[in-house]
């Protein structure tokens, strides 16, 4: 995140502070950050200092249009960070097994296949 977005982020956020009579603590348990990023955010030589992490969480409550009060981290980051399905994580394995020969000499051939994420792989 660059600096311009970081100051505008953070002219937002003041704003939206001035605006709410909550604690510092009680606003950032909304925001899902911890409280002494909310004292940083109003003193530009403090900025380098909060994550990335934390500047995203500002970010989009910044960019959400909502009021601290109303705001709920949980509702604008639903699909973020989803995990995969486990379904997806496990491979799915398959055996196959050929004897050819004849004359009693015989050749076992096994093909392990693994299906992981829809791709197949032959072993």
Known sequence: MNEI?????AAKVVQALE???????????K?????????????PSHYIKIPLK???KLRDFANS????DNYNVNKFNEFKD??????????KPEIKAEIKGSD???TLTIDLILTLNGKKIVI
């Open 19 to 29: 605006k709410t009579n909550l604690r510092n603590i009680e606003i950032a348990l």
């Open 65 to 68: 249009g909502e009021t601290i």
């Open 82 to 91: 989803k995990p995969a399905d486990k379904e997806d994580l496990i491979p």
């Open 54 to 56: 934390a500047w995203k």
């Open 5 to 9: 977005c970081k100051e505008r982020t």
């Open 104 to 106: 009693g000499k015989y």
């Open 31 to 43: 925001l899902n950050i911890e409280a002494n990023y909310i004292s940083m955010i109003k003193n």
